[in-house]
Structure formats: structure tokens, C-alpha cells
């Protein structure tokens, strides 16, 4: 079962993160905010189910490094799915740096549930709206193969609209579409089918 509530921390929670080292903490890209995210997996998102600070929702959560400087992109893993945020520009979560330490601590972390909270919200109009659509097509009798024709139209089109996006685009839609794992899994394929 996918728990769609939005998550907000506690009091308690904040309080039991360590903030002993992060002094100075500012965010200058990537690895920052990976390592805060790091830090409250592990001080909140692992603990044991009975535990009052536990957090499941942050074990969920994982940061992409895309490889631009500027951007990161965040997924969330619920049963099945692997649910992905647009790219991220890094200076979104550098709006706290003028305070450093604890409140850019705070700030990020905020900003990472928020993303977390937006995917699930999305997930569950999309869930509402695939259900009434299909309860519309089968109260006018549309059949699966009525759609094929249009299926394939709007697949071509997006289809060429992601290869002219070149690699980077082509990569973010399978990752997108397949997870990151199953993307590097067609790049080792293919890149196999190249050595010979």
C-alpha cells in the first residue's frame, strides 16, 4: 500500500537530527544536498517501525545527480513505481544559504518533502483521472484496439520529439519511464552491442 500522506516532520524529529557538524553548511551543489538527505535517512527514515521518529517516507527518497552542474532530480519509490520529479535547478535549495548551518539544514529538508508530497499528489489525480476516464470509454463501448491508431500517432510524436532532445533528453525520458536501474542496464546492452 502506498502511503500518500503528506509528510511535514515533527517537532521531535527535527530535534533528533544531528546538527553537531554543520556548521557553516551552505549549499554549493549536488553532494550538499545529497548529504542531508543522507543524514535524515539515517537518523530518521531506517529506524525501527516502532519507533515514534520513524519516517518511512525518507528511505523512499532519492537524489539523481543528472550531471549538469545546475540540476539534480528527485524520485520517490513506492510499490511498483519510481516516481520522478522534473530537473531541479541546485539554486532552489541555495535559498537559505544566508543563514548557514541548521536552517539550511531545515530549509532543504522542507523543500525535499515538498517535492516528495507534489509526486504523490500528482500520482493521485493521475489514479482519479485514469479511473474516469476508463469507466467513461466503457460506458460508450470504446474497446482497447478502438485507441491503437491514436496510441501510435501520439507515441511517434513523442518519440521524435525525445530523439531530438539528443542523449541527455533521451536519457531522462527512459529514466523517466523505465527507473534509472533498467536505463543503465539498455546502456550496458547497447553499449555491449558496440564493443563487437
Same mark, same amino acid.
Given at each position: 500500500?502506498?502511503?500518500?500522506?503528506?509528510?511535514?516532520?515533527?517537532?521531535?524529529?527535527?530535534?533528533?537530527?544531528?546538527?553537531?557538524?554543520?556548521?557553516?553548511?551552505?549549499?554549493?551543489?549536488?553532494?550538499?544536498?545529497? $548529504?542531508? #538527505? %543522507?543524514?535524515?535517512?539515517?537518523? !530518521? @527514515?531506517? *529506524?525501527?517501525?516502532?519507533?515514534?521518529?520513524?519516517?518511512? /517516507?525518507?528511505?523512499?527518497?532519492?537524489?539523481?545527480?543528472?550531471?549538469?552542474?545546475?540540476?539534480?532530480?528527485?524520485?520517490?519509490?513506492?510499490?511498483?513505481?519510481?516516481?520522478?520529479?522534473?530537473?531541479?535547478?541546485?539554486?532552489?535549495?541555495?535559498?537559505?544559504?544566508?543563514?548557514?548551518?541548521?536552517?539550511?539544514?531545515?530549509?532543504?529538508?522542507?523543500?525535499?518533502?515538498?517535492?516528495?508530497?507534489?509526486?504523490? $499528489?500528482? #500520482? %493521485?489525480?493521475?489514479?482519479?483521472? !485514469? @479511473?474516469? *476516464?476508463?469507466?467513461?470509454?466503457?460506458?460508450?463501448?470504446? /474497446?482497447?484496439?478502438?485507441?491503437?491508431?491514436?496510441?501510435?500517432?501520439?507515441?511517434?510524436?513523442?518519440?521524435?520529439?525525445?530523439?531530438?532532445?539528443?542523449?541527455?533528453?533521451?536519457?531522462?525520458?527512459?529514466?523517466?519511464?523505465?527507473?534509472?536501474?533498467?536505463?543503465?542496464?539498455?546502456?550496458?546492452?547497447?553499449?555491449?552491442?558496440?564493443?563487437?
Amino acid at each position: 500500500m502506498i502511503d500518500m500522506h503528506p509528510v511535514e516532520l515533527t517537532g521531535k524529529q527535527w530535534a533528533a537530527l544531528p546538527t553537531g557538524d554543520l556548521d557553516g553548511l551552505t549549499i554549493d551543489g549536488f553532494s550538499d544536498v545529497k $548529504r542531508i #538527505l %543522507v543524514l535524515a535517512q539515517k537518523a !530518521l @527514515g531506517y *529506524l525501527p517501525d516502532d519507533d515514534p521518529l520513524r519516517c518511512p /517516507a525518507l528511505s523512499q527518497i532519492h537524489l539523481w545527480d543528472t550531471g549538469d552542474d545546475g540540476d539534480l532530480m528527485i524520485t520517490v519509490d513506492v510499490p511498483g513505481l519510481r516516481l520522478a520529479t522534473e530537473l531541479i535547478e541546485i539554486r532552489s535549495f541555495q535559498a537559505a544559504n544566508d543563514t548557514p548551518g541548521e536552517p539550511v539544514l531545515r530549509a532543504v529538508l522542507t523543500e525535499i518533502l515538498s517535492y516528495r508530497n507534489r509526486i504523490l $499528489r500528482e #500520482l %493521485v489525480t493521475v489514479v482519479a483521472d !485514469l @479511473g474516469g *476516464l476508463v469507466g467513461y470509454a466503457d460506458h460508450f463501448g470504446i /474497446a482497447p484496439e478502438d485507441l491503437h491508431e491514436d496510441v501510435r500517432d501520439t507515441a511517434g510524436a513523442q518519440a521524435a520529439e525525445v530523439n531530438n532532445a539528443g542523449l541527455e533528453g533521451q536519457l531522462s525520458y527512459l529514466i523517466h519511464h523505465y527507473g534509472l536501474a533498467k536505463t543503465r542496464r539498455l546502456l550496458d546492452e547497447r553499449a555491449g552491442g558496440a564493443r563487437a
